[in-house]
């Protein structure tokens, strides 16, 4: 086995050497997402065909979906992070875990708005209470609930702790938001693109949104990064380290 | 190019899909950021209350009350 696979996960697990490493990935994640998101736009928005049955208004799943994955996948990596910093008190695990809520909830909500402005034309209206989107709005309140609680608390790793605690239990809802559209009628359509089997949808259409997928996902590194460095300034303030950074000798507390 | 901006007669509904897109996460980019810099003035305004409160003359007491 790989033994430098651990170490080097042990020793990002110091808050100095995280907030070093994330200072480094953070401006080339946010740079190659914004020209792959760039490229991703062009190729839906301009290259590939309209539809056959919605026109143009079909153009909006380039934005709709790669979030609405975006909403369940920083989920999952918050619920992993919650779960190790609970049971093995990794400060950075919980710091991770409650930066990435904001995160998600960010693109819960860019699912549920951009989801209305394609509901509008589609089905006639902005809203109905339906089960893929009645589970993605209890998703958005559930990420909400998840910030609210950790900032209700003076003491921030007990904050992180409780917060962590309803990361868990509200992680049934990310399978019934994913199966919402097999379980029950729903006015929602179908998955268009599986990991098992065929996909539902042309090369043309298929690639603008892989490449969407890939932008989004390094914004979450990216935006999670920054965030984590602004956390840990603030929750390590008295530590050597940081006053180290004070004093400004590599420049980057600027 | 006219007509593929217009996006049929979607055009309202694809780029406020798009505007929305980016102005959630341009604000999500910039708070952190933001947040960051505040911290590391508080930081420094605490720090150099402390120091204040540090008597002229006697040796700093090595990064003790943090």
């Known amino acids: ?254 | 190019m006219n007509a593929s901006l217009a996006m049929g007669a979607y055009g309202f509904y694809v780029w406020s899909s798009v505007a929305v897109f980016f102005i959630v996460l341009l604000i999500d980019t910039l708070a952190p950021l933001a947040r960051r810099r505040r911290n590391l003035r508080e930081l420094r305004a605490r720090i150099a209350r402390q120091e204040n409160r540090r008597r002229p003359g006697t040796p700093p007491s090595n990064e003790s009350n943090a």
Do not use: C
């Open chain 1, 1 to 254: 086995m790989a033994n430098w696979v651990p170490l080097w996960l042990h020793r990002l697990g110091s808050p100095p050497v995280f907030y070093r490493f994330a200072g480094a990935v953070r401006p080339w994640a946010l740079g190659l997402a914004i020209v792959l998101a760039g490229v991703a736009l062009y190729g839906g928005l301009f290259v590939a065909p309209a539809d056959y049955q919605q026109g143009d208004a079909y153009r909006i799943i380039f934005l709709h979906v790669p979030s609405a994955w975006m909403s369940l996948f920083i989920y999952g990596a918050m619920a992993v992070a919650a779960f190790v910093g609970l049971v093995w008190r990794i400060k950075i695990a919980e710091v991770v875990a409650m930066e990435s809520a904001p995160v998600g909830a960010a693109f819960t909500f860019i699912t549920l708005v951009t989801g209305s402005l394609w509901g509008k034309p589609m089905w006639g209206t902005w809203w109905t209470w339906d089960a893929r989107l009645t589970s993605e709005l209890v998703l958005l309140f559930i990420y909400l609930g998840v910030i609210g609680l950790y900032h209700s608390f003076e003491d921030r790793r007990q904050g992180a702790r409780a917060a962590s605690f309803l990361v868990l239990v509200g992680a049934v809802n990310v399978p019934i938001v994913h199966f919402s559209v097999n379980w029950w009628n729903t006015l929602h359509q179908g998955s268009t693109v599986r990991l098992l089997g065929p996909s539902h949808i042309e090369t043309s259409m298929l690639w603008p949104l892989l490449t969407m997928m890939a932008a989004t996902k390094l914004y979450y590194v990216a935006s999670l990064f920054a965030r984590v460095r602004a956390d840990l300034i603030a929750s390590e303030g008295g530590k050597g380290w940081v006053r180290e950074l004070l004093a400004g000798r590599d420049g980057d507390a600027a």
